[in-house]
């Protein structure tokens, strides 16, 4: 008599265990499987935003070669403006010329005076005219004075000054 | 008995249960065993073959070259730089409606409809899938293209958004100052290769790297990833060249060939104290960005690749070897004697007689005097100068393509070579060769090698080389310094005035040269090699310009009158930019009433004909006197060569304005031109 309850007793603590093993279980493979499926779906995210970033990377990164190309071009573009050829059409196309501030003064002087001629750099610098402008029969047949001429150039570069031409 | 069937039942329920559970592990095990087996298949046996495929489907792999390095100028402006450009290409292969397309493509990008859809159709059935339709296209063009030619629904990752059109990227050399430095520069051709110059010779340099590319696309054919190559990044050149003293350079060189009417010239300024070459011209010349209109001659360096007889201004070394030896001074005396001389046979003439100073010999360019002083030099001290001065070498410019010039050895001279080579015949030099001589007297004796590169950069401006030129001593000081002032005599009294500057002192020599023909083996009186090497400031040099021009036609023909202006225009523009100080109040005699003649006074412009016929008469008759064929390849022609040649026009110009032909006195009465008139008559 003492044995049967026993025996009744045993199956229903397995039942039991069972069925609290069977839950732990379906709960455990739950949560396994809810791990397994987050972490496919962050895999898959991870990889579709690594393939976004990628594509974004790679959008950048030929703008930033466009960019480099257009820099480039653009350099280019101020070499050319700053040609010393391009410089020289500018200047004459707004009637740009070169003007020096040194006074002009054309005087006489022989060989002779020349083969002395020691450096003198403080010294005002005179240009000669003979080139640049043929000698006018009034001046020659009248013998013009130096002081007149020297007056003349100092008025013309003062004029030159004013009007930032030559 | 109630209990047994329960039992059985259950025993039967279990039973099934774990058959269905073992029928689905099989099943399960045999699906996987499948795929498994199905895995390995495909990656093992069909591995290279899937992989091929997949890549092809995912990557891309693109194969450029990088941008070619920059050349700069001493100031780091840009002579030669690359910028990116686009081809637009079709692939015939992806294009389904050829008429339509070829209709569309050429009506965007301007071409021959016609042209085009034969062009599309051809390689449509041969297969081909590289058509060029427009080359080189820069980024404004690209944009209107591709907006031109947008589809509407075209699932396209790249532009031009059509079917079957690509772009594909190049690049483009260009030369920001068009024909500038044309000759130093070179050119590259289309594969980025140095044809010429600096192009050529800093290929290695300058030639970027070949870059590989590979992406990796999505379905949409977006880019997503990215694997470059490694590659080094090309360099950058930085030349002594100032892009604006080489402007002013070519500016005065090409009026003054144009004046002259001379078959081409050269002109090179020196730093002397460095040895950078600031300006190396050459006219006629080219523009590299237009090479087809391009002339064979007119893309090489004359500079460095031709050799010419220098005339007198080779008695520089003859005065350098006579003052190192300590045999004469500049106010030594020297007798021409009758103006003529007999060397082996040969006679040597010159319309300079008597006795006067070795300085006023070089002044006038007097030849009698010039042979007088080299055979007391002597062969083995003559030619060692002569090799010390660089003569017969390469200067070792860094430029493709550089002569050596003609320099024979004293074994192999004749009996009259070393008076011949004292007025600077029967020798070759190059205008570098010669420019780089007086560059050394310039320098009180030093000579530096003169280089046309600075610098070499990387691109992030760290200096990788620096040029380090080799300094000799080739004349002491001394000897320099005596020279100079012979020099400046010459500028002063002698052949070289029209070489006086505005502001500044000035020094150098005339030359004047019958040219050599290699055809006829023999000098032609009539061809001229006329140039003037000088420096200024005379005290205190700042830089040496050698002018050469090449069959000049206009006037008398000799340095004093076609280079020495070209070398007055060059100094007078480029040394105030370089904050010379000036050195000199008086520039040249002014002419007015009183040193005009009488006859012509009152007649402007009779009184400029003058003033441009003025100048260098007696160079020009030496010359026409006594200059000896040039010889120094052939000596044949030389002994078939009469010793009195036929009267160049320069000198029938000399007798018409020469006071002792008893014409009119034309000429301008300056002090020298006085004092020649009385020492000739």
Known sequence: ?166 | MKKKPIKNKKKDLRQVAFTRFMLIVAIFVLWMGGIGVRLVHLQVSQHNWLRERALDQRQEVKKSRLLRGTIYDRNERALAMSVNVKTLYADPTEIEEVETAARDIAKAVKVDANALHKQLKEGKESGKRFIAIAKKLDETTVQKVNKALQTANLKKADLPGYAGLHWKEEQKRSYPNGPLAANVLGFSNADDVGQAGIEQSQNNILRGADVQKVQDRDRLGRVYDETVSDHGLPKDVYLTIDNSIQYQTELALAEGVRNAKAKSGMAIVIDQRTGDILAMANYPSFDPENLASAKGEAVADRAIQTVYSPGSVFKLVTYSSALEKNLITPEGPVDAGNGTIDVAGHKFSDHHTGVMSYAEALAHSSNICAIKTGMRVGKPDFYSMVQKMGFGRKTGIELPAETAGIVRNPDRWNGDSLASMSIGYEIGVTALQMASAFATIANDGVKLQPHIIKEIRQQDGTVISAAQPDRTQVVSAETARSLRKMLRQVVLTGTGRRAQLDGYTSAGKTGTAWKFDPKTKRVESSKYVSSFIGFAPYENPAITIAVVMDEPQVGARDGGMVSAPVFKQIADAILPGLNVARDRAVVRETLTAENLPEEIAGDPVEAKKILIEDTDTEERSSFARTAKPAKGEDRTSEKNEPVKKAEPPAKRQEKEIHPAAGKPKLVIKNKSSTEKGKQKT
């Open chain 1, 1 to 166: 008599m003492s044995q049967q309850p026993r025996r009744q007793t045993k199956p229903r603590r397995s039942e039991s265990r069972r069925q609290g093993i069977s839950w732990k279980y379906s709960a455990l493979t739950l949560v396994c499987g809810a791990i397994l499926v987050t972490g496919f779906f962050f895999a898959g995210k991870l990889h579709f935003s690594s393939m976004d970033y990628g594509i974004r990377n790679s959008r950048l990164r030929k703008q930033l070669d466009e960019m480099e190309a257009e820099k480039r071009r653009l350099l280019l573009s101020r070499e050319i403006s700053l040609s010393p050829a391009e410089l020289m059409k500018a200047a004459r196309k707004i009637e740009f010329s070169q003007s020096s501030d040194i006074p002009e003064v054309a005087r006489a002087a022989t060989t002779a005076e020349m083969v002395k001629a020691k450096p003198a750099p403080s010294v005002a610098v005179v240009q000669k005219t003979v080139i640049s402008k043929p000698v006018e029969p009034a001046k020659t047949a009248s013998a013009p004075k130096p002081v007149n001429v020297e007056k003349q150039a100092k008025q013309e570069s003062k004029g030159s000054n004013k009007k930032v031409k030559s």
